[in-house]
């Protein structure tokens, strides 16, 4: 749609507040009004006598508050952006929680001769706790405002998920150092769970499927591990392999599920 041009008659279902049109193709017709002044002048001729006043009046009000009220003081313009875009407040609670376990993991496996690797055993879900609070109503204080752009949703959700992963990812890797543990063995599966969420919270939101991730592999695996006291055959030395296909396979899967992350708001 950023290159085909809406119908007029698209862009008079948009401009009735059509329920019938689709959620993908709202979202299309509003990125592509972003950069095409031609629709936008076509939306501004099928839009209501009473629209169209309603429109002026708020304006008015507009140009009479811009007026009224100061200019405000200037901001760190880089740092603001990568504040809202890449990163949100409530976000670093829950990474530091995941660097505290992590690093209690590491030390617990230097006391405890014998066991699994309890780093090995946890890195998989180790992004999960940032990525389930990355686009979720409770965590972001400015989550109605951002809700409300259909075209918002996914790409916001991204980026914070890459920023929850460019911190867990050294964390896994000083964590892995210390305790001698395969690096692929420990990225692999973490990227693999993430994706794994991605695609999950197409259905069921990013929240829910992290947490159902979570509770599986902690009763499947973890588990049962720490009660054999031996690794499970899928963390494997010779499992990597397998792990790097299922992160691929999943991360295909989830950007072929894109659309359903479009509107998260409806499961979170």
Do not use: K
């Amino acid at each position: 749609m950023t290159t085909t041009h809406p119908t007029m008659s698209q862009i008079e279902r948009y401009a009735a507040g059509d329920p019938g049109l689709d959620e993908p193709s709202v979202w299309a017709v509003e990125v592509h009004l972003e950069d095409c002044g031609d629709c936008r002048a076509r939306l501004a001729g099928a839009t209501t006598v009473d629209t169209r006043t309603l429109i002026d009046r708020v304006a008015m009000n507009l140009d009479w508050e811009i007026a009224a009220t100061s200019a405000p003081a200037g901001r760190s313009r880089p740092w603001s952006v990568l504040r809202h875009r890449w990163f949100v407040g409530t976000l670093l609670p829950w990474l530091a929680m995941t660097a505290t376990v992590l690093a209690s993991a590491a030390l617990l496996g230097e006391l405890w001769a014998g066991r699994p690797s309890l780093v090995l055993l946890i890195a998989p879900l180790a992004p999960l706790p940032g990525v389930a609070v990355a686009w979720h109503r409770r965590a972001d204080p400015a989550w109605e405002l951002i809700a409300a752009t259909p075209a918002i949703g996914l790409t916001m959700l991204l980026r914070r998920t890459a920023a929850v992963l460019v911190f867990v990812i050294p964390a896994l890797a000083v964590a892995g150092v210390r305790t001698g543990v395969s690096l692929a063995l420990m990225l692999l599966p973490c990227l693999a769970f993430t994706a794994a969420t991605l695609l999950l919270g197409t259905l069921v939101g990013v929240r829910r499927a992290a947490i159902g991730l979570i509770a599986i592999w902690t009763l499947v695996v973890i588990a049962p591990s720490l009660a054999a006291a031996r690794l499970p055959v899928v963390l494997a030395a010779d499992s990597a392999g397998i792990w790097a296909l299922a992160t691929l396979l999943l991360t295909v899967m989830a950007l072929l599920r894109v659309n359903g992350l479009r509107r998260l708001t409806h499961h979170d």
